[in-house]
C-alpha cells in the first residue's frame, strides 16, 4: 500500500496549490480519503475529507471556502485544491486513506498514509 503526494512548493500569500495523492491500485477503491496537516512544533490537523464516491465531504471550519476537496476514482487519486493560501497554512500536508468509507476528522479513522507534501506560503 502505498500513497504518493504531490504539489507542493514555495508560493506566495494568496496564491493558490494544487496537491494531488496517487493511492496504488485496490488501496481505495472503497474506502474515504483525506488531507492533513502538520505544521512545525504542532499537531496533525484534520484539512479536509471525501468518502468513497465523492458524494459526501468535510472540511476543518477555517478552511471552508479556501480549499477543495476531490478524488478521481477510477484512478485512486484525491485532490486538494488551495486557494487564497496565508503563511499560516504552512506546514506538511499528508493525504491518508481511510479503514472504512467513512471520512471522519480523526487521524485515527485513517489506516495508510503518505509521506507528506511541502507547502511554504511567504508573506
Known amino acids: 500500500v502505498q500513497l504518493q503526494a504531490s504539489g507542493g512548493g514555495l508560493v506566495q500569500a494568496g496564491g493558490s496549490l494544487r496537491l494531488s495523492c496517487a493511492a496504488s491500485r485496490g488501496t481505495s477503491s472503497n474506502n474515504a480519503m483525506a488531507w492533513f496537516r502538520q505544521a512545525p512544533g504542532k499537531e496533525r490537523e484534520f484539512v479536509a475529507s471525501?468518502?468513497?464516491?465523492?458524494?459526501?465531504?468535510l472540511y476543518a471550519d477555517e478552511l471552508q471556502g479556501r480549499f477543495t476537496i476531490a478524488r478521481e476514482y477510477a484512478k485512486s487519486t484525491v485532490y486538494l485544491q488551495m486557494n487564497g493560501l496565508k503563511p499560516e497554512d504552512t506546514a506538511v500536508y499528508y493525504c491518508a486513506v481511510g479503514r472504512s468509507s467513512y471520512a471522519g476528522r480523526s487521524p485515527t479513522d485513517y489506516r495508510y498514509w503518505g509521506q507528506g507534501t511541502q507547502v511554504t506560503v511567504s508573506s
Open positions: 471525501i468518502s468513497w464516491r465523492g458524494g459526501s465531504t
